[in-house]
T-cell receptor
Framework: AQSVTQPDIHITVSEGASLELRCNYS??????LFWYVQSPGQGLQLLLK??????LVQGIKGFEAEFKRSQSSFNLRKPSVHWSDAAEYFC????????????FGTGTKLQVIP | EPEVTQTPSHQVTQMGQEVILRCVPI?????FYWYRQILGQKVEFLVS????????KSEIFDDQFSVERPDGSNFTLKIRSTKLEDSAMYFC????????????FGSGTRLTVV
């Protein structure tokens, strides 16, 4: 069964600092990988996705993520964090067949301090 | 940008009552999903729906739950006899290509069972 681990429950960074959110997945074949962001009381917005090809993917809002098969990781990065990036971030994995049930990680809550 | 619309945004119901949560997926999408998020916990898959039938469901999706696409635009989740533990945020999502492009999520319905 597929699974996702986000080891950091809560991260605090200063505005303008770089950010890396960790994600490890477990899946037998090549997975489809996603990062979603959720602001308080809001729905889930897709930041970026990986299916195949270039292992460094660019997303919206200046985010990027790198797929590393050898480490089963898909970490999310941003070079300079803005106060508006404060939210909860979810890594998710989907199988590459069937009807694409997505399994979410437990999320990482990002706090941005001035 | 196309949106998935969910109504109501917040519903309070008494234990044992039936509730129907409504969703209008993106018009050209063919795959529909319900997820839930209990407060403070991760987003969990409930059910996927394609071609007017359930394609996959989780163990959470027991006989108390049902889904329907009553017309060409709405997608509903019914809980027949609500329990306190059904209190959660329920997200509808749709996708155009089995989720390959990532889902588009609605902003959710917060269900409170009292």
């Amino acid at each position: 069964a597929q699974s996702v681990t986000q080891p950091d429950i809560h991260i605090t960074v200063s505005e303008g600092a770089s950010l890396e959110l960790r994600c490890n997945y477990s899946y037998g074949a090549t997975p489809y990988l996603f990062w979603y962001v959720q602001s308080p009381g809001q729905g889930l917005q897709l930041l970026l996705k990986y299916f195949s090809g270039d292992t460094l993917v660019q997303g919206i809002k200046g985010f990027e993520a790198e797929f590393k098969r050898s480490q089963s990781s898909f970490n999310l990065r941003k070079p300079s964090v803005h106060w508006s990036d404060a939210a909860e971030y979810f890594c998710a994995v989907s199988n590459s067949g069937g009807y694409q049930k997505v399994t979410f990680g437990t999320g990482t809550k990002l706090q941005v301090i001035p | 940008e196309p949106e998935v619309t969910q109504t109501p945004s917040h519903q309070v119901t008494q234990m044992g009552q039936e509730v129907i949560l409504r969703c209008v997926p993106i018009s050209n999408h063919l795959y529909f999903y319900w997820y839930r998020q209990i407060l403070g916990q991760k987003v969990e898959f409930l059910v996927s729906f394609y071609n007017n039938e359930i394609s996959e469901k989780s163990e959470i999706f027991d006989d108390q739950f049902s889904v329907e696409r009553p017309d060409g635009s709405n997608f509903t989740l019914k809980i027949r006899s609500t329990k306190l533990e059904d209190s959660a945020m329920y997200f509808c999502a749709s996708s155009g290509d089995r989720g390959r492009d990532g889902y588009t999520f609605g902003s959710g319905t917060r269900l409170t069972v009292v």
